[in-house]
């Protein structure tokens, strides 16, 4: 049984989640990763850029559009963007994990009322068109008085199929989320049925060698055991330097260890940085404590630093808050693929400025990322822009 080091593991997730070298359009990248984090519309566009060669922000925005891919809640209980068809299976193949998130968000403020019912109510609601989340909870406080409204409108997410049509997911938009039923805005999807074999296979595909438990982590599915046991005879079995049972699809690429990884700029919560359970292949016990706050970069493939960009008078700067020392060749380039970073994401900035410095922990306190409401932004300056914070 072959034992993969650090850097092998490293350069193998790298090379599945197109750090490696840029390549592939934004649906065949949002496909192969199975999804990409979208809690706040910045997130999939700056995930984009990283991984695809000469994205424009409105190649994303047409996909949203032409209903290509949509913005609903999946992995985790959280907003992700999928392609269409992704969305048709991984709705169902979910469903257990979101019954689980409702219950424990809101199931004291659904206490006492049929579940059926209050999805029908849902449903029935949004039959006249889109609803914001506070129309949605104003119509069922008519059914429910008394009850907690937005609540009710919060487990919509979990008991029915919708989604959040544009412009909700676009580039700079930040008002209410919108809701739709997923039949309504995709056409109907007929009798699709769970296929929790096919996310194990698409999660190994995007994201190992990994671990049961790593699986378990990026999806937020449990009992996924007796899956990849029931798939084992099909699957390569390898191992990490400390024993640790790894799963992985045959002919699946394992580049070499020494393969070079360049510098890549990634948006809070990307899938790379928290689908996994141990994430030792990507950065230390002490940096894993800011990547749910804090936006990472890389270099050789390694988290060396955190991000943020500040807007104003016409200028963008962005800084780069390094974890450890770098050479001055890999600090040149951090610089250089900061620069192009902002000449994408501050396209109308006058001037534009990367500053490299030490991290000192951004946000002071190391805080958990609750699971709703979403809470990350672009920038400090965004987030007092947009004055509200993003659905998730």
């Known amino acids: 049984m072959s034992v993969l080091t650090r850097r092998a593991l490293n350069r193998a997730t790298l090379e599945r989640q197109q750090l490696l070298r840029r390549g592939g359009t934004p649906l065949e990248v949002i496909t192969r990763l199975t999804g990409m984090q979208a809690q706040d519309p910045h997130l999939p566009y700056l995930g984009l850029w990283s991984r695809t060669a000469g994205l424009t922000r409105e190649q994303l925005t047409r996909l949203l559009h032409e209903r290509a891919v949509v913005r609903s809640t999946l992995h985790r209980g959280t907003q992700h963007l999928v392609s269409a068809g992704d969305y048709r299976w991984l709705r169902p193949t979910l469903q257990p994990m979101l019954d689980r998130w409702q219950r424990g968000a809101f199931g004291k403020a659904t206490a006492g009322i049929d579940l059926a019912g209050l999805a029908a109510a849902v449903r029935e609601s949004l039959a006249g068109g889109p609803l914001t989340r506070r129309q949605l909870a104003d119509r069922l406080a008519v059914r429910w008085p008394g009850r907690d409204a937005m609540a009710l409108a919060w487990s919509a997410q979990a008991l029915t199929r919708v989604v959040h049509p544009p412009p909700n997911g676009v580039w700079g ?86 393969v070079p990884a360049p510098v890549r700029f990634l948006p809070e919560l990307d899938n790379v940085v928290i689908g996994f359970r141990d994430r030792s292949r990507m950065m230390t016990e002490r940096e894993r404590g800011h990547v749910v706050v804090e936006a990472p970069v890389t270099s050789d493939g390694f988290l060396c630093g955190f991000w943020r960009t500040e807007r104003g008078g016409g200028r963008a700067l962005l ?41 000192e922990g951004w946000h002071q306190e190391r805080r958990r990322a609750p699971a709703h409401p979403a809470h990350t932004r672009f920038s400090r300056t965004s987030r007092q822009k947009a004055g509200r914070r993003s659905a998730p």
């Open 319 to 359: 800084r780069v808050g390094l974890t450890r020392p770098l050479s001055e060749k890999d600090r040149s380039e951090v610089e250089a693929e900061g620069r192009r970073l902002l000449r994408f994401a501050a396209d109308d900035a006058d001037e534009r400025q990367v500053r490299i410095g030490e991290f």
């Open 173 to 258: 938009h930040h008002g209410p989320t919108l809701f739709t039923p997923a039949e309504t805005w995709l056409g109907p999807a007929g009798s699709v049925q769970a296929r929790p074999d096919e996310l194990v296979r698409r999660y190994l595909a995007g994201f190992g060698p990994a671990a049961v438990h790593d699986i378990q982590a990026w999806c937020g599915m449990t009992r996924l055991r007796e899956v990849v046991e029931r798939l084992r005879p099909e699957l390569r079995v390898l191992r990490d330097e400390s024993g640790r049972e790894l799963f992985d699809l045959p002919g699946a690429p394992l580049p070499g260890p020494d």
